[in-house]
């Protein structure tokens, strides 16, 4: 059973900005997080965010990536601004211990 859906990748130019969506079968009261896989690369953490709402980000998303949620809701979200080409990648949600199944990812390209 598809326990995530990620959502709202597309193309967009350098400097653009994104907002993708994760919809989780089940309410997210665990530490969720967001991840990222480049073609060729293997899968990083982007950031993560805690039931009490605290957050922590990888290094490159530092100042440019946003990690939200509602809490007791099925849904996680991750604003991006100022992206670059070498943010393209796969993005997918799930817990910060990679708990389940991933979901099929959403597609984020960032390329003039």
């Known amino acids: 059973q598809v326990q995530f859906v990620e959502s709202g990748g597309d193309l967009v130019q350098p400097g653009g900005s994104l907002r993708l969506a994760c919809t989780a079968r089940?309410?997210?009261?665990?530490?969720a997080a967001w991840y990222r896989q480049a073609p060729g690369k293997q899968r990083e953490i982007v950031a993560s965010?805690?039931?009490?709402?605290?957050?922590n980000y990888a290094e490159f998303a530092k100042g440019r990536f946003t990690i939200s949620k509602v809490n007791y809701n099925h849904t996680l979200f991750l604003a991006m601004d100022s992206l670059q080409p070498e943010d393209t990648a796969t993005y997918f949600c799930?817990?910060?211990?990679?708990?389940?199944?991933w979901g099929q990812g959403t597609q984020v390209t960032v390329s003039s």
């Open positions: 799930n817990s910060i211990y990679q708990s389940y199944p």
């Open positions: 089940d309410r997210i009261t665990y530490t």
């Open positions: 965010i805690t039931f009490e709402h605290n957050t």
